[in-house]
């Protein structure tokens, strides 16, 4: 099956610094990637679409400036936490949806990282 | 964004139990989504449901669509302590933007 690899899967970084996530899909092309949030024992929250070649789309509240995304080709996706502090501490992960085969269908399939944890000193 | 509410919260039950989770919206969804997520990983897909009114099994769980596309549930016949963890309902707006629940913590007790 479809496969997304997320690196790191875990990174401890001091306040200020910057951190950078990589997203990946390995066996399919992934025009649009999603990019969440998990605070611990609770849901996904939606940072922001990713769109290969063109701006990211932010949810309400997020960032741009923050949170830097990057979609540069068909298999990768980058989400930059800028200028980190403790409360960036969190869980994020990503997704990518799988276009071939279904291309333009909504319920195409979506595939899910494994997730990076991410501790700001 | 539409706004998917999921209950309940948390659920802790004995091995062998049945158990229902449930997800609901006022807006309208083009599928609907199940996932189950273990501590330290990302969502693993269950299932999706599409048609209103749709039901589909997967062993003992049993996922179902409602009429109107709203809402839906999962239940879990004789639970295990393999199927703790937390699971998560997604609904797939039109804008092909994936909305999740709350998620119920599910802690099955052998």
């Known amino acids: 099956g479809a496969v997304v690899s997320q690196h790191p899967s875990w990174v401890i970084c001091k306040s200020g610094t910057s951190v950078k996530i990589e997203c990946r899909s390995l066996?399919?092309?992934?025009?649009?990637m999603f990019w969440y949030r998990q605070f611990p024992k609770q849901s996904l929250m939606l940072m922001a679409t990713?769109?290969?070649?063109?701006?990211?789309?932010?949810e309400q509240g997020v960032e741009k400036d923050k949170f830097l995304i990057n979609h540069a080709s068909l298999t990768l996706s980058t989400l930059t936490v800028t200028s980190a502090h403790p409360e960036d501490s969190s869980f994020y992960i990503c997704?990518?949806?799988?276009?071939?085969?279904?291309?333009?269908?909504?319920?195409?399939?979506?595939?899910f990282g494994n997730g990076t944890r991410l501790t700001v000193t | 964004t539409q706004l998917l509410e999921q209950s309940p919260q948390f659920l802790s039950i004995q091995e062998g139990e049945n158990l229902t989770v449930y997800c609901n919206s006022s807006s309208v969804f083009s599928s609907l989504q199940w996932y189950r997520q273990e501590p330290g990983e990302g969502p693993v897909l269950l299932v999706t449901v599409v048609t209103g009114g749709e039901v589909k099994k997967l062993k003992r769980l049993t996922f179902q669509f409602g009429d109107a596309r709203k809402d839906s549930s999962l239940h879990i016949t004789a639970a295990q302590p393999g199927d703790t963890g937390l699971y998560l309902c997604a609904g797939r707006e039109y804008g092909n933007k994936l909305v999740f629940g709350a998620g119920t913590i599910l802690r099955v007790k052998s």
């Open positions: 066996d399919f092309q992934a025009t649009t």
């Open positions: 997704s990518a949806r799988d276009t071939e085969g279904q291309m333009g269908s909504y319920n195409s399939p979506l595939h």
């Open positions: 990713s769109n290969e070649g063109s701006k990211a789309t932010y």
